[in-house]
């Protein structure tokens, strides 16, 4: 049985229903974001209070953090196995049509951790207790975060990582759970690309505005 | 034309090996790449230096023995055809060709430009067969199977185990050619009957010889000589999941 679990088609198929929960919480995170644009902190903050404290978010939350914590885990091992496979490369570089992002997947995940690291310090250990700051009062740190130019380059920087990882990740999800459909296959390509285009936008648009024109 | 060849050249499994530069005159446009090599080694032989080793059986792109990593690509530049079917008219005077052999884990040098590819051998015997005498041809209609069906299956089992799909991949994945071979049983009734012990078998054994992990890049299709698509890997992963 423990073959069975741990061989490579069961990880890769563990880490890619745990990287589509995570497809599922970004659009959710975004749609709170918005609420930043707003000139008054009241309902960000009491969305983010909603976040903290409503029991089935709670319960939600550490199914979100099992799920990091897997695609993270299952990610990097893998990634060490394939390095494994090949311990003499090539001395020409491999010119084989592939898909452009799919070749980066682990070097723009490693960013996009060490971004979520940064993102928690500023927020998420404010709410534990771990940093110092108003847990109420989010609204106010993100504001005065987003008035930092070098925290906006590397937030824009990250977001456009982010997208380029979604892209690839999306589509390729459907194809390790076995979806692959002469038709539909496709679509799911541009519903990929659709979406790692406009959630970094989104995100993106919260930060400019909120840098230059605030 | 006139060209150089940088060719990786190790004497045997644990020397260190390293790239050699040949310059080589003349050489036809209508040449194969082989012919090419066989006459680099016929200048070898009466310059009483050791020929270049590699391997080559039918050189009509049918066995797949003739791997190579030629210039960033399994089997040279041009898509769907394997080295031996590659002419010298897609390179061009004055050219530098880098040959090296397939790189991964499973696949170490023997020699020169030739691996040991017994690791494919071993994935097929873990389970890439009917264990029963299956006896002559049966009668065309007594088992009905859909056309579709019955293509999807021959395209799948025109894999010819050359390894360039594992050569390709970045993580030195066998993912293409083990799916290749599933599936050219998978879709048919025959294969049915031992479906859920033969993904089991044949993916345990892949893993257990080191090959890396699919990260759908899509190198393997891309380079496949027999142009094997990446929907067997899909098909690959559903076969594994429906045998548990």
């Given at each position: 049985m423990s073959k069975v679990l741990f061989s490579s088609i069961t990880k890769k198929f563990v880490m890619a229903l745990a990287g589509l929960f995570?497809?599922?919480?970004?659009?959710?995170?975004?749609?709170?974001?918005?609420?930043?644009?707003?000139?008054?902190?009241?309902?960000?903050?009491s969305a983010a209070h909603f976040m903290a404290t409503f029991p089935l978010i709670k319960i939600m939350e550490i199914v979100l953090f099992g799920a990091i914590l897997i695609h993270i885990s299952w990610g990097i091992y893998l990634q060490i196995q394939n390095w494994f496979a090949r311990p003499v490369g090539y001395v020409r570089y491999n010119k084989?049509?592939?898909?452009?992002?799919?070749?980066?997947?682990?070097?723009?995940?490693?960013?996009?951790?060490?971004?979520?690291?940064?993102?928690?310090?500023?927020?998420?250990?404010?709410?534990?207790?771990?940093?110092?700051?108003?847990?109420?009062?989010?609204?106010?740190?993100?504001?005065?975060?987003?008035?930092?130019?070098?925290y906006d380059i590397i937030y824009l920087t990250c977001f456009a990582l982010l997208g380029f990882h979604l892209y690839h990740a999306f589509y390729s999800a459907f194809q390790t759970i076995g979806l692959n459909h002469r038709i539909w296959s496709p679509v799911v390509k541009l519903v990929a690309l659709v979406y790692a285009i406009i959630l970094p936008a989104g995100f993106a648009f919260i930060s400019v505005t909120l840098w230059l024109f605030r | 034309?006139?060209?150089?060849?940088?060719?990786?050249?190790?004497?045997?499994?644990?020397?260190?090996?390293?790239?050699?530069?040949?310059?080589?005159?003349?050489?036809?446009?209508?040449?194969?790449?082989?012919?090419?090599?066989?006459?680099?080694?016929?200048?070898?032989?009466?310059?009483?230096?050791?020929?270049?080793?590699?391997?080559?059986?039918?050189?009509?792109?049918?066995?797949?023995?003739?791997?190579?990593y030629i210039n960033g690509h399994p089997h040279g530049p041009v898509p769907a055809i394997t080295t031996c079917s590659l002419s010298m008219r897609y390179f061009k005077e004055g050219d530098t060709i880098w040959v090296e052999p397939w790189r991964a884990k499973p696949f170490p040098v023997i020699k020169d430009l030739i691996v040991d590819?017994?690791?494919?051998?071993?994935?097929q015997i873990a389970g890439g067969f009917i264990s029963v005498n299956t006896g002559a041809a049966p009668e065309a209609n007594s088992i009905l199977i859909q056309k579709k069906k019955s293509d999807d299956a021959f395209d799948?089992?025109?894999?010819?185990?050359?390894?360039?799909?594992?050569?390709?991949?970045?993580?030195?994945?066998?993912?293409?050619?083990?799916?290749?071979?599933?599936?050219?049983?998978?879709?048919?009734?025959?294969?049915?009957?031992?479906?859920r012990e033969r993904v089991r078998t044949m993916v345990e054994?892949?893993?257990?010889?080191?090959?890396?992990?699919?990260?759908?890049?899509?190198?393997?299709?891309?380079?496949?000589?027999?142009?094997?698509?990446?929907?067997?890997?899909?098909?690959?992963?559903?076969?594994?999941?429906?045998?548990?």
């Open positions: 995570l497809l599922t919480f970004l659009p959710l995170h975004l749609i709170i974001n918005l609420m930043l644009l707003k000139s008054e902190p009241g309902p960000f903050n084989s049509e592939t898909s452009f992002f799919s070749r980066f997947m682990i070097w723009t995940g490693a960013i996009i951790l060490t971004f979520l690291i940064l993102h928690w310090f500023n927020f998420y250990f404010i709410k534990l207790g771990i940093v110092k700051g108003n847990p109420e009062d989010f609204y106010s740190v993100a504001h005065s975060l987003f008035k930092i130019p070098a | 034309m006139k060209l150089t060849l940088k060719i990786w050249r190790q004497k045997n499994p644990k020397a260190k090996g390293n790239f050699e530069t040949y310059i080589m005159d003349n050489v036809s446009p209508k040449m194969a790449f082989l012919e090419m090599l066989d006459a680099l080694n016929k200048k070898l032989i009466e310059e009483h230096k050791d020929p270049v080793a590699f391997d080559n059986d039918c050189r009509e792109g049918i066995c797949g023995s003739c791997g190579m590819r017994s690791a494919f051998d071993k994935i799948s089992a025109i894999c010819i185990g050359c390894g360039a799909c594992v050569a390709a991949c970045k993580n030195a994945s066998a993912m293409l050619f083990v799916s290749a071979k599933i599936s050219q049983f998978a879709l048919l009734p025959q294969g049915r009957v031992e479906a054994k892949m893993d257990e010889l080191g090959f890396g992990n699919c990260s759908n890049t899509g190198a393997c299709e891309a380079e496949c000589p027999k142009e094997i698509k990446l929907v067997n890997i899909a098909r690959l992963y559903r076969e594994y999941y429906k045998a548990f």
